[in-house]
């Protein structure tokens, strides 16, 4: 029944590892997201990635890579871990277009804790 | 760029009152999409309304509405008979045309018994 699902919920893991976090939408939506909540609450878009285009905040340092298997999986790859990486990620996904299907629906969050 | 503001971290309203949160935001766009979202401490992040800004209308869903005005680009979001399940944290987000989502930086409300 689950819209959008993320594992794993919970992630401890020391500096320097690699890690995954996978995201799974059964929605039939185009369009999924990835997003960055830090301890402030803020809420920042990592990436926006749909079948034809992959679109990346250019902040988002080149350690972080999204990987789509297909269109109902988003996957966020991060590769040698570092302290200010610990947050919550949360996967989003939305129809790309549309006057009644634009709302984006958030899966429930990874908490990422860097050791 | 879109930019989003939520001018009041904190709120706090009285159990059954009425409570108004503030979203202003930038845009040259003339069509998009404004949303509130809560997150309760389960961290899920759940849609509470949207207002399409084609539309003059106030979208309004059971107890929330908002009084959205374009020119002024506001989009405040009122909580009726505020209830304890209310608590959380709220976030005002704008879509794009180019289907960019844009968050505010959130508002934490507390209702008090």
């Known amino acids: 029944d689950t819209a959008v699902s993320q594992t794993p919920k919970y992630l401890v893991t020391q500096m320097g590892n690699d890690k995954s976090i996978k995201c799974e939408q059964n929605l039939g939506h185009d369009t999924m997201y990835w997003y960055k909540q830090d301890s402030k609450k803020f809420l920042k878009i990592m990436f926006s990635?749909?079948?034809?285009?992959?679109?990346i905040n250019e902040t988002v340092p080149n350690r972080f890579s999204p990987k789509s298997p297909d269109k109902a999986h988003l996957n966020l790859h991060i590769n040698s871990l570092e302290l200010g990486d610990s947050a919550v990620y949360f996967c989003?996904?939305?129809?790309?277009?549309?006057?009644?299907?634009?709302?984006?629906?958030f899966g429930p969050g990874t908490r990422l804790t860097v050791l | 760029a879109q930019t989003v503001t939520q001018s009041q971290p904190e709120m706090s309203v009285q159990e059954a009152e009425t409570v108004t949160l503030s979203c202003t935001y930038d845009?040259?766009?003339?069509?998009?999409?404004l949303f509130w979202y809560k997150q309760p401490p389960s961290r899920q992040m759940i849609l509470v309304i949207r207002?399409?800004?084609?539309?003059?209308q106030n979208a309004t869903e059971n107890r929330f509405s908002v009084n959205f005005q374009k020119a002024a680009k506001s989009f405040s979001l009122k909580i009726s008979d505020s209830q304890l399940g209310d608590a959380a944290m709220y976030f005002c987000a704008y879509r794009s045309t180019g289907n960019q989502f844009y968050f505010g930086t959130g508002t934490s409300l507390t209702v008090i018994p």
């Open positions: 845009t040259s766009e003339s069509d998009y999409y």
């Open positions: 207002q399409e800004a084609y539309k003059q």
């Open positions: 989003a996904s939305s129809q790309e277009l549309g006057r009644d299907t634009d709302t984006q629906y």
């Open positions: 990635y749909n079948n034809k285009e992959l679109i």
